[in-house]
């Protein structure tokens, strides 16, 4: 009997078994992950910071750069048309990849940072008054807090924090009481960096829109490892970066509802965003290309477009239910490892795992584990005020991706034992 061909990366099995991922064939896709670090091959446990790319990115990038490269929306000449296909292509693979209703509301920026703030800087002056409030929560990652202070102090607002509790989720029934009709705008991560939790988003979203109140996402750490569609979780602005979704760095998204876009003024100026410009009066172009002012990251856009073409060729599915196995057999190794604090364990949880080995210095544990080749990340992982309510100054914190194994863990696991012995 015929089957359907398998994604590449997914063992076919036999039909009533669930494929699974065939991460060997994936991580040859990876010419990085083949290195070593000194004598040790390279465990690389740093996701949640930024995500190593398949060959396919790389090759697209180059393919641009080789055959297609000029200033886009400009020239009348072949080459420019085909750079500006390509750019608009990967800005309607956006679109797709997310379920956004309309190409006009994906806007290409530099990253989650900058997408969050283009709405602080233009929703603020749009709708924030002196004594209006801003909601966001205790697990916000940096970029997605000081904006919104830098808002509220130049707007005479202010900034509402909503708590976690003791394994680092949201408190739900504080957040709404915050809610109120002095209320402009709630920006909350849809999974925190430094603990991985997933955050309830439809929730989040209904009870803001219940006393009408916007909603953004800050979506860098979902958007590999969640399926998004924005129009079912209904939110009005959703960020996210390339560069932690296998694509490179320097290229990222906002999706905004096409009516607040259009209401709100432009964050920076300058060539492409304008439709006639005089001395007396410049009137603006429509949306998106309002708030892409000067030549983007157009190669970086193409390249975002070849990750989300090489991440649904995976298989959001597979790599899910994946990484969710990962996570619970990195969990169970962890905690078999004396005086480990585990910090966030939230029940909806992505692939990170945030702890302290007994009272050792995470920079300390870090430098044990390069010397057996594994990469994490340790200290306050951009997000101060949540190291803060739970009493360290920062974490050691290990982040997976589509392309980890059992055995990587298995390394870290021997690592953090090590650890133990030489810190002690
Ligand atoms: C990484 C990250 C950001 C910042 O993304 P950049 O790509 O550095 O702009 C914001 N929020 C969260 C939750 C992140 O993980």
């Known amino acids: ?8 990366g997914v063992a076919a099995g036999d039909a009533s078994a669930p494929r699974r991922l065939d991460v060997e064939r994936l991580r040859a896709e990876f010419p990085i992950l083949r290195q070593r670090v000194g004598e040790k091959p390279l465990v690389y446990l740093d996701n949640a910071s930024t995500t190593q790319k398949p060959r396919a990115v790389i090759d697209a990038i180059a393919r641009f750069y080789s055959d297609d490269y000029a200033n886009i929306h400009r020239g009348v000449y072949a080459l420019s048309e085909r750079a500006t296909q390509a750019y608009e292509e990967a800005r309607a693979k956006v679109r797709r990849f997310i379920n956004a209703g309309d190409d006009r509301e994906i806007i290409v920026v530099r990253g989650t940072t900058e997408a969050i703030n283009l709405v602080a800087h233009s929703f603020g002056r749009l709708r924030v008054e002196p004594g209006d409030e801003i909601v966001i929560s205790a697990m916000e990652h940096h970029s997605n807090l000081v904006p919104w202070q830098i808002a509220c102090a130049e707007r005479g607002a202010v900034l509402r924090v909503a708590p976690v509790n003791d394994d680092g989720e949201l408190r739900l029934d504080m957040y709404e009481r915050l809610l109120t009709p002095r209320t402009r705008l709630v920006a909350i991560a849809h999974v925190s960096n430094a603990l991985g939790t997933i955050n309830p988003v439809r929730e989040i979203v209904a009870r803001a829109h219940g006393a009408n109140i916007p909603v953004l996402l800050d979506g860098a750490q979902a958007v590999a490892h969640l399926r998004v569609d924005v129009q079912a979780i209904d939110c009005d602005f959703y960020a996210f970066s390339g560069h932690k979704l296998y694509g490179p760095s320097g290229i990222g998204v906002l999706y905004g ?17 304008i439709r006639t410009v005089a001395f007396d009066k410049t009137s603006y172009n429509r949306i998106p290309y309002k708030f892409e002012a000067g030549t983007p990251h157009i190669a970086g856009a193409v390249g975002l477009g070849a990750a989300i073409d090489y991440f649904q060729s995976v298989g959001i599915e597979y790599i899910a239910a994946y990484e969710q196995e990962l996570l619970a057999y990195a969990t169970a190794r962890l905690s078999e490892i004396p005086r480990l604090r585990r910090i966030g364990s939230a029940r909806q949880k992505a692939c990170v795992l945030s702890f302290v080995l007994d009272n050792i210095h995470p920079h300390d544990v870090a430098t044990v584990l390069d010397n057996e080749g594994v990469a994490v990340r340790a200290g306050h992982h951009c997000a101060q005020p949540l190291m803060e309510r ?14 980890n194994t059992r055995e990587e863990i298995d390394v870290l696991a021997r690592g953090l034992r090590r650890a133990l012995e030489v810190l002690r």
């Open 257 to 273: 509802k096409a009516a607040l876009l259009d209401a709100m003024p432009p964050y920076q100026s300058g060539g492409d965003m």
């Open 1 to 8: 009997m015929d089957s359907a061909p398998s994604p590449p």
């Open 390 to 403: 739970f009493g360290v100054a920062g974490t050691v914190r290990a982040s997976m991706a589509l392309y």
